[in-house]
């Protein structure tokens, strides 16, 4: 269990540009979820993928969000045209099957837009 | 609409002191309630997962509890250390879609002074 990894840890980027993250789950995880969170808030949830498909997303994701998990392994969070409002550390986590198996997280993505 | 309360929002105690954090929540159809440690720029660390028929469930120096009637559940710190200081982040599942259905609380921020 080598725990789930996110890339990059710190993303600086000014308003208007495209940015990528990575999430590395645990290997045997089939579900990966994506959450935002803002400072002295918890955790929001953007979406969720069981294997590679995506099952839900949160009305937080706009369209200028996108979320992909192409073989069912690591999956990436695309925001095109970042506004100030998407600073936020974005969170990845994996768990098995079933409703009470724990969320495994990462350490996050830091987003810092100026 | 599902909400999670806690309180305190923050708290500081004399290392080797005991604590106790409070949680009420609302959300329904109640699937599980799960505490998580959050150390400063890390992601969230799973503490506890108890069901409907849990209520009390135990990890090292952490107590959870639970009373489903009241919809209340409490996270008892036992002999705190400074490594103890972390935000702790109550949090509810909602029962039948899936675990993703998850519902935030706002955390407790519990500092440890020596």
């Known amino acids: 269990d080598t725990g789930v990894s996110q890339n990059p840890r710190h993303k600086i980027t000014k308003r208007g540009q495209n940015v990528t993250f990575r999430c590395d789950p645990i290997?045997?995880?089939?579900?990966l979820y994506w959450y935002r969170q803002t400072l002295g808030q918890g955790p929001e949830f953007l979406t969720y993928?069981?294997?590679?498909?995506?099952?839900?997303k949160s009305r937080l994701l706009s369209d200028r969000f996108s979320a992909e998990r192409p073989k069912g392994s690591f999956s990436t969070l695309e925001i095109q045209r970042t506004e100030q409002g998407d600073s936020a550390m974005y969170l990845c986590a994996s768990s098995r099957g079933g409703s009470n198996q724990p969320q495994h997280f990462g350490d996050g993505t830091r987003l810092s837009i100026l | 609409k599902n909400q999670v309360e806690q309180s305190p929002q923050s708290l500081i105690i004399l290392e080797g002191k005991n604590c106790t954090l409070q949680?009420?929540?609302?959300?329904?159809?109640?699937?599980?309630l799960r505490w998580y440690k959050q150390d400063t720029g890390r992601g969230p660390v799973s503490l506890t997962i108890m069901t409907f028929s849990e209520n009390t469930k135990s990890n090292g120096r952490y107590t959870a509890t639970l009373d489903a009637d009241t919809k209340q559940s409490s996270l008892h710190i036992t002999a705190s250390q400074l490594s103890d200081s972390a935000s702790y982040i109550c949090?509810?599942?909602?029962?039948?879609?899936?675990?993703?259905?998850?519902?935030f609380g706002k955390g407790t921020k519990l500092s440890v002074i020596p």
């Open positions: 949680c009420n929540y609302t959300v329904s159809p109640f699937s599980n």
């Open positions: 993928f069981q294997n590679e498909a995506q099952l839900e």
């Open positions: 290997s045997e995880h089939n579900r």
């Open positions: 949090v509810v599942s909602a029962k039948g879609a899936g675990s993703y259905q998850l519902t």
